[in-house]
């Protein structure tokens, strides 16, 4: 079972995660980055199904600095939530939200070992291609459908480690050719479609789509056993 721990950025800002850690010794760390409804169960169950197949996993309050305890559901009015704390975080200062996620990984470093992943749904997937590119101790990481991913400004970054992104072909917020224009400006990178809308890969959310998650999940964590050996 996953329990909160307290993580310090290095402003001295501290902020809760939920972690999990494996029952043998673990095989690699990964991060987990939130939608935009905080670190919800869906979140906290990502975190403890990693640990239950023997990786130590972490997933920070992302959305920490502007509101504490953010855990919002799927309907309507969550969603307009979620999009104003977004919105609240994306206006911080630099590093902002990346000072924490920093934070993340090097207490998943400190915890399991030097190898660290990290994965992201929606905000969090955007995220987690930011930190791709900015932030230091990573070695792999692994968006889901990142909403932004696809603007000029963050295609022009420039991942420091290996990429897997995972996009479906019927989100209506993230448009085919950005994902295309993405793929073509980072061959580098392993990007893959779905047959499916944003948000498939929560159980929890309209959206879900079972065949769709489950690939994404085994090529994921295929992905994580090749670069956090």
């Known amino acids: 079972m996953g329990q909160w721990t307290t993580l310090k950025s290095h402003d001295g800002f501290a902020l809760p995660a939920w972690q999990a850690a494996p029952d043998a010794p673990a095989r690699g760390a990964i991060v987990v980055l939130q939608e935009i409804f905080g670190v919800n169960a869906h979140i906290r169950a990502i975190v403890e199904r ?3 197949r023997g990786w130590w996993a972490i997933a920070p309050a992302t959305f920490e ?27 911080l200062p630099a590093p902002g939200v990346m ?3 920093q934070a993340a990984i090097d207490h ?10 990290i994965v992201g749904f929606c905000w969090g997937g955007l995220l987690a291609w930011r930190a791709a590119a900015l932030c230091s101790g990573l070695s792999a990481a692994a968006p889901y459908y990142g909403g932004g ?6 295609i022009a970054r420039q991942p420091r480690v290996p990429v ?7 989100d209506k917020h993230i448009p085919l050719s950005g994902v295309q224009q993405l793929a073509a400006a ?7 479609l779905y047959d499916a809308d944003h948000g498939f890969n929560c159980d929890m959310r309209a959206s879900y789509d079972e065949a769709s998650a489950v ?6 964590l295929a992905f994580f056993d090749r670069h956090l050996r």
């Open 65 to 91: 600095r502007v509101r504490p305890g953010v855990d919002l559901g799927y309907g309507a009015s969550d969603v307009g939530v979620g999009m104003a704390l977004k919105a609240q975080i994306e206006q």
């Open 164 to 170: 897997l992104a995972h996009f479906g072909r019927r």
């Open 50 to 52: 990693l640990a239950a």
């Open 99 to 101: 000072a924490d996620i």
């Open 108 to 117: 998943a470093a400190s915890a399991s070992g030097p190898k660290v992943g």
């Open 149 to 154: 991913m696809t603007s000029a400004a963050e």
């Open 215 to 220: 690939r994404a999940r085994d090529r994921t």
């Open 186 to 192: 980072h061959p580098e990178a392993e990007v893959h």
